[in-house]
């Protein structure tokens, strides 16, 4: 019986087909097929045990009440105009619809070149393929003095419209002669200032995951000047930037770097104009901030940090090693925040500390979170993944 294998040869056999399998990834299942420059950056992740550790043991936003199910398809920012209407959200065929009281009407759009392709589909991510035409509005931002409302589309870049809605108009989609790649959140100063996030000039928004997995760093945090209509960058090299939020005295901003898991703080006045900083370590990584009436940060996280996701950060080649296997994107994305969607959102002091985390750690009612809006008591709260507005009452904390 000389020709028979043996169990440890047939181990090998297979162990060398599964390479093999690996290696050609034969039905381009690989999470970066079809992006030949893909590159793993490394993070500047903090160590983990600098990471904070507190839990809501509670699941309080369990407690949250759905509303508007399927009614908006990923509303990823929420917004109340200075006469208290709404809430206003950008939703993922391209459009910004306003709460009137009773229904869901249509306040502006961000592409003049709609069409069928923008119609209604069954999830938010069913839009992906089309966004770049329909436009995709991610943060939304009134002016109190004027009403106008800015928005941060991920195509097009910086629009205002005015308070009657309608097509928004171009403020800029560029600056030092880079195109914005990615638009994603800003916030506005009493001069009248914008200031916003470009999350990447490699990755447009429908590539998202990609930009999640190699965390490169063209983003940028900027700043539009409505008098001269010049646009400067403030930062650059951040590993997506995200969400924007002025401090209640205007002296400083706080972004959210999305691939390293914290908060920057750029001071505006001052001795440290101008400049940069860690402003807090997060427990996980987050989307946007907003502040209160407190001058507290409100930041929704997209999930926690896990060993998994905390490993692969720091070592970029074996991340690509992981990303070139044959592993479909949504598997991929699932064991990097750690195997289910799940909620998270966290408070900040105006100096830095932790004051409150708010859970649904097993996603059985909020399964993720964009953006948390404060208001009369009440937390709104947005996701970019999900069909629904959450609302979490803080007086059942």
């Given at each position: 019986?000389?020709?028979?294998?043996?169990?440890?040869?047939?181990?090998?056999?297979?162990?060398?087909?599964?390479?093999?399998?690996?290696?050609?990834?034969?039905?381009?299942?690989?999470?970066?097929?079809?992006?030949?420059?893909?590159?793993?950056?490394?993070?500047?992740?903090?160590?983990?045990?600098?990471?904070?550790?507190?839990?809501?043991?509670?699941?309080?936003?369990?407690?949250?009440?759905?509303?508007?199910?399927?009614?908006?398809?990923?509303?990823?920012?929420?917004?109340?105009?200075?006469?208290?209407?709404?809430?206003?959200?950008?939703?993922?065929?391209?459009?910004?619809v306003?709460?009137?009281?009773?229904?869901?009407t249509?306040?502006?759009?961000?592409?003049?070149?709609?069409?069928?392709?923008?119609?209604t589909?069954?999830?938010?991510?069913?839009?992906?393929?089309?966004?770049?035409?329909?436009?995709?509005?991610?943060?939304?931002?009134?002016?109190?003095?004027?009403g106008?409302?800015?928005?941060?589309?991920?195509y097009?870049?910086?629009?205002?419209?005015?308070?009657?809605?309608?097509?928004?108009?171009?403020?800029?989609?560029?600056?030092?002669?880079?195109?914005?790649?990615?638009t994603?959140?800003?916030?506005?100063d009493?001069e009248?200032?914008?200031?916003?996030?470009?999350?990447?000039?490699?990755?447009?928004?429908?590539?998202?995951?990609?930009?999640?997995?190699?965390?490169?760093?063209?983003?940028?945090?900027?700043?539009?000047?409505?008098?001269?209509?010049?646009?400067?960058?403030?930062?650059?090299?951040?590993?997506?930037?995200?969400?924007?939020?002025?401090?209640?005295?205007?002296t400083?901003?706080?972004?959210?770097?999305?691939s390293?898991?914290?908060?920057?703080?750029?001071?505006?006045?001052?001795?440290?104009?101008?400049?940069?900083?860690?402003?807090?370590?997060?427990?996980?990584?987050?989307?946007?901030?907003?502040?209160?009436?407190?001058g507290?940060?409100?930041?929704?996280?997209?999930?926690?940090?896990?060993?998994?996701?905390?490993?692969?950060?720091?070592?970029?080649?074996?991340?690509?090693?992981?990303?070139?296997?044959?592993?479909?994107?949504?598997?991929?994305?699932?064991?990097?925040?750690?195997?289910?969607?799940?909620?998270?959102?966290?408070?900040?002091?105006?100096?830095?500390?932790?004051?409150?985390?708010?859970e649904?750690?097993?996603?059985?009612?909020?399964?993720?979170?964009?953006?948390?809006?404060?208001?009369?008591?009440?937390?709104?709260?947005?996701?970019?993944?999900?069909?629904?507005?959450?609302?979490?009452?803080?007086?059942?904390?």
């Open positions: 019986m000389g020709g028979a294998i043996t169990p440890t040869s047939l181990l090998t056999i297979i162990f060398l087909m599964l390479a093999l399998y690996c290696g050609l990834d034969p039905f381009n299942q690989s999470v970066i097929y079809g992006f030949p420059r893909f590159k793993s950056f490394k993070i500047d992740a903090p160590d983990w045990s600098a990471i904070p550790s507190a839990k809501d043991v509670e699941n309080l936003l369990q407690k949250s009440e759905i509303k508007f199910l399927n009614q908006v398809q990923g509303p990823e920012s929420v917004a109340f105009d200075p006469l208290g209407r709404g809430p206003y959200s950008g939703v993922a065929d391209g459009r910004i306003f709460w009137n009281g009773h229904s869901w249509d306040f502006a759009y961000t592409s003049s070149n709609r069409s069928e392709l923008c119609s589909k069954p999830s938010p991510l069913s839009y992906l393929k089309n966004e770049h035409i329909c436009g995709r509005p991610l943060g939304l931002r009134f002016d109190k003095k004027t106008d409302l800015y928005i941060a589309d991920a097009f870049g910086l629009m205002r419209v005015g308070p009657e809605g309608g097509l928004a108009t171009l403020l800029t989609n560029e600056a030092e002669g880079i195109p914005l790649g990615f994603n959140d800003l916030d506005i009493d009248g200032n914008i200031y916003f996030t470009d999350s990447s000039t490699e990755y447009q928004r429908r590539n998202f995951l990609q930009l999640v997995f190699s965390a490169e760093d063209s983003g940028r945090l900027l700043k539009y000047d409505p008098v001269t209509k010049e646009t400067t960058v403030l930062v650059k090299k951040i590993q997506f930037p995200n969400g924007v939020s002025l401090s209640k005295d205007g400083f901003l706080i972004y959210c770097e999305a390293v898991g914290r908060l920057g703080r750029y001071w505006l006045k001052g001795k440290k104009a101008g400049t940069s900083e860690v402003f807090a370590i997060l427990p996980g990584y987050p989307d946007n901030v907003r502040i209160n009436e407190n507290e940060f409100w930041v929704a996280l997209h999930c926690r940090r896990n060993i998994y996701s905390h490993t692969l950060s720091k070592y970029p080649k074996l991340r690509d090693f992981v990303l070139k296997l044959p592993i479909p994107a949504i598997y991929q994305y699932l064991i990097h925040i750690g195997g289910r969607q799940h909620a998270i959102v966290v408070k900040y002091s105006p100096d830095g500390e932790l004051l409150q985390v708010l649904d750690r097993q996603g059985k009612v909020v399964r993720a979170v964009s953006e948390v809006e404060e208001r009369d008591g009440k937390l709104w709260i947005g996701s970019v993944l999900m069909p629904f507005i959450a609302v979490y009452d803080l007086n059942s904390s």
